[in-house]
């Protein structure tokens, strides 16, 4: 019988039946092939993890590392040091970068880059642009590339799509489920006037993006979808009206929050942190942060992806409308909705619903989700009893600043496996960056 690479015992695992059993896991050549009583088993590494509890590889699939083009930021290896950091074993990247991921050389320097300096595994989203609408087909087939991004309200570079006749264009131009930004740009540009006053300050953000203009985009996102039968999945909710909205179109639509949009509500977050906070579509007042967690526990939320945007603090800190939006969360994604499982505002199912198993399950990720045999050996390993205070210092993004800077949580990642190499333990990166890029089923 052939020696195990890798055996982690004592463990509590959490299983694809949604079960908890103290079994331990076997790893050979980056896979799964084992799952019982190994204790008779030899192993290259083995792995006593007792009192930690071991959940499938933690997946964000929202993320922006900035590179290439933006990398005073962020790049991919500061990116994914800290997913690894943060317990993240695969992260989806976003196409907002200089130049925009939208031509096939595009995506292929981006995982040229990430082959070398990726601690975690990867894909890399195609932005849809009016100018290659015929070439998103092919683009979203593209190895690497986990589908198409669409920004219907205010994006960088050439990727806004804000009309009807280039979005419907777009949903008829492939079948992998599409990412879409919902923000309606016809209305921001309406109401820009807004921020002409001399004395505004950031606690207009949401008045000036205002519910209106997260509603009217999904209803016509939903809308164009259905008459295209075309899945859609909205990224990054911010209204309990979308809630509503979103609960009636399961069949062709599923949608994504931030832990941002479930930590902070408004006016506090903007008194007590200004535009650190600032970001599309804004953080929103206590009745919309309600209306989120409502539809967290009626699962009309799919998944919880950071939306991870670092800025440097110096441009963070200009004059609010100059200050941009966005802010760092691949790192603290997990320890944030570790420490709402604690609280008791989420199961330890429904954490693994969000961040692993609909994730995989949504955008067709071959091997990715759960734990069983034949499975990529990603796995999260955290502990429910931890305490650790978030820190600026902790933070290994260039921005080198987080949000929830000096907030205490309970739960906390403290094992990270890769493809069945151990990345992390206790915050200490061991090894070299090893991550690999993502596949997927097409059919």
Known sequence: ????????????????????????IGVIDSKIVELGDL?????????????????????????????????????????????I??????????????????TIDALNQ??????????????????????????????????????????MGSSTGDLLVEDDESLRKILLSGKRRVAVHSEDEYRLRERIHLLDDMDIDVNCHPIWRDTETAVNSTVRLLKIAKETKRNVHVLHISTKDEIEILAKEKKISTCEVTPQHLFFHSPSCYENLGT???????????????????????????????????HTLEEKKMKYPKSPSGMTGVQTLLPIMLDFVNREKISISDLVRLVCKNPARIYKMKFKGEIKIGNDADFSIVDLKKEFTIKNEWIASKSSWTPYDNVKVRGF???TIVGGNVIMTENQILSKPSGKPVQFNYD
């Open 110 to 151: 981006k995982l040229e880059i990430a082959q070398d300096n990726a601690y975690c595994n990867y894909s890399f989203f195609v932005g849809a642009a009016k100018e290659n609408i015929k070439n998103l087909k092919n683009l979203e087939l593209t190895p690497g590339c986990c589908g198409v991004k669409i920004f």
């Open 39 to 83: 204790s008779r088993r030899d192993s290259k590494n083995k792995i006593d993890a007792k009192n930690l509890l071991v959940l499938p590889g933690a997946i964000d699939t929202q993320v922006h590392f900035r590179e290439p083009g933006l990398t005073h930021k962020e790049d991919l290896n500061s990116g994914t040091k800290g997913a």
């Open 1 to 24: 019988m052939k020696n195990l690479d890798l055996i982690i015992s004592n463990a509590d695992i959490f299983l694809p039946n949604e079960t908890i059993n103290r079994i331990d």
């Open 276 to 310: 650190l906070v600032q970001m599309n579509p804004p953080i929103r007042s206590l009745d919309h942060n309600k209306g989120l967690w409502k539809g967290v526990t009626e699962k009309v939320i799919d998944v919880v992806g950071s939306d991870h945007a670092p």
């Open 413 to 415: 990642p403290v094992i």
């Open 85 to 102: 950091l943060g317990g993240i074993t695969t992260i989806f990247e976003m196409p907002n970068t200089s130049p925009s991921t939208t």
